[in-house]
């Protein structure tokens, strides 16, 4: 399913920032925090915006199918050349958070990494993330979010407001993920909160953790 006209996503200078600037990332200290995200993860899995697809070698065995969904065509081409080399079946799929191409309740686990800050309504897309899953499914997150100072939230607020989404791919420094998270349905017990880097920086306020959508009731 190709994404619609509203919904493209096309950032040809930040993909390839973004696939040249990962690396190094991941080995400050990232590429630990993405094996943590996905440990312990089992059966059929979509993974939302997988850019260049550099989680994909973190997941177990015991995931039987990941629906890799990328509406970034430069990030696409480079998450399907990594697919064809990791252990776990892997479809890189043209699509967006909005109206993933699954059907309802069929997935045990849906995956957000460092995406719910660049959705266009991220509402929608945590509803499509609900949609998807079987009850008691798991949304496994890792993201930046909003500074616990004022201060830093304020500048958050300001870079949001003007350059920062345009140059970054449509990225926001300060958004409240978890919150949005509660307010879809999920139940959301406390995550892994961390900065990356050390530093106090509008983008340094990370959460890793698994919210549920909650079982059915008999
Ligand atoms: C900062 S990158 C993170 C990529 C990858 N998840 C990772 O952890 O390295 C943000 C990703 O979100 C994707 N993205 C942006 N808007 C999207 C949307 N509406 N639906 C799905 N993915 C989207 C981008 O194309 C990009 O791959």
Known sequence: MGATTEERVDHPLFARLYARTAPAEDR???AARRAALLR????????IGAGDGRNFAHYPAAVTRVVAVEPEPRLRRLARARAADVPVPVEVVDAVASRLPVDD??????????VLCSVGDQEAALNEAYRVLRPGGQL???????????????VQRAMD????????????????????????GFAVPAPVTFRFPRLRTPLSFHVLGTAHRPPAVP
């Open 28 to 30: 400050r200290g990232l």
């Open 40 to 47: 312990g993860l089992a059966g059929d899995v979509i993974e």
């Open 105 to 114: 309740a069929s997935l045990d686990a849906a995956v957000a990494c460092l």
């Open 140 to 154: 496994r997150y890792l993201e930046h979010v909003r500074a616990p100072s004022r201060g830093l939230a304020r």
């Open 161 to 184: 407001a003007t350059f920062w989404p345009r140059v970054a791919g449509g990225c926001h420094t300060g958004r409240d993920t978890l919150a949005a998270v509660e307010r879809t």
